[in-house]
């Protein structure tokens, strides 16, 4: 699936004088609603995303265990860190983020899964968390913010560089919220697009109806996936997960 998707990137190139727009989906904190409903739907989209899981949590009521992520990963979903415990890196010592960071990629590899990107709890970046990212062996690690689109930013570009300003801090709109409309996410891909194109990554916690300040309503989330369809078939955006993005 990733080869005829990066195959489509490189169409996207040839017909236009821009960079391709390229949409990554992915799923923070493991919950398991993103995987009872996100799998199905983007199966029938013929889409892959990356989920970015806390190890500490893997089988925790709500949240996915090792057999769903390894579901996951058999579509063809990437598998990212997101630190065991899901705490505040900025207010972490040395150790405590070694053990947080490294330990996590550690914990998911142990189980056979291939974790080359991270993202950090809250969208929380420090200095010290990055050079700690870094030294683990991860190839990017994500924020949140830094891009127009969702968040009001306006002094900020419109997508992430290829490759990224800064592997170890990349951009992205702000994460999708239960007030965030369909609307809110197409100009995110849109506005990108008319602006030269890059990379443009959505971050999604829970998929449900009324559950928490962090979620998407099921009928949103098919309903964003039918428009990226119609904007892939268009030859407008390619959606790829974090590892094939940064393959670029």
């Given amino acids: 699936m990733a080869h005829g998707l990066l195959s489509s990137v490189a169409a996207t190139s040839a017909c236009t004088d821009t960079r391709p727009t390229v949409v990554s989906l992915e799923f923070d904190d493991g919950a398991e609603s993103a995987y009872a409903a ?3 739907a983007l199966a029938e989209h013929r889409m892959v995303a990356t989920f ?40 972490l010592g040395h150790a405590e983020l070694v053990h947080q960071i490294c330990d996590d990629r550690t914990a998911l590899s ?30 990017s690690a994500r924020g949140v913010g830094g891009l127009r689109g969702i968040s ?11 490759p990224p300003h800064d592997p170890y801090h990349t951009r992205t709109a702000l ?14 891909v849109t506005r990108a697009r008319e602006h030269g194109g890059g990379w443009v990554q959505i971050v999604f916690h829970q998929i449900c109806d009324d559950c928490g300040r962090y979620s998407t309503r099921e009928s949103t989330f098919h309903r964003w996936l039918d428009w990226l369809s ?11 997960s974090v590892r094939d993005a940064l393959r670029k």
């Avoid at 190890?55 to 996915?64: D, E, F, I, Q, T």
């Avoid at 291939?114 to 062996?137: H, I, K, M």
């Avoid at 994460?175 to 995110?188: G, H």
């Fill in 230 to 240: 119609e904007e892939r078939a268009r030859g407008h955006i390619v959606v790829l």
């Fill in 110 to 139: 142990n189980e056979g899964f291939a974790v080359t990107n991270f993202a950090y709890p809250f969208g929380e970046v420090s200095r010290d968390a990055a050079a700690v990212a870094a030294s683990c062996g991860y190839s």
């Fill in 52 to 91: 970015f899981v806390n190890s500490g949590a893997l089988g925790a009521p709500g949240r996915l265990s090792v057999h769903q992520l390894r579901a996951l990963e058999s579509d063809g979903h990437e598998i990212g860190g997101h630190t065991v415990d899901h705490l505040h890196l900025p207010t």
């Fill in 38 to 40: 996100a799998r199905t």
């Fill in 152 to 162: 009001h930013c306006w002094l900020c570009p419109y997508a992430e560089s290829f």
């Fill in 175 to 188: 994460s999708v919220r239960d007030d965030t409309t369909l609307e809110d996410m197409k100009r995110a």
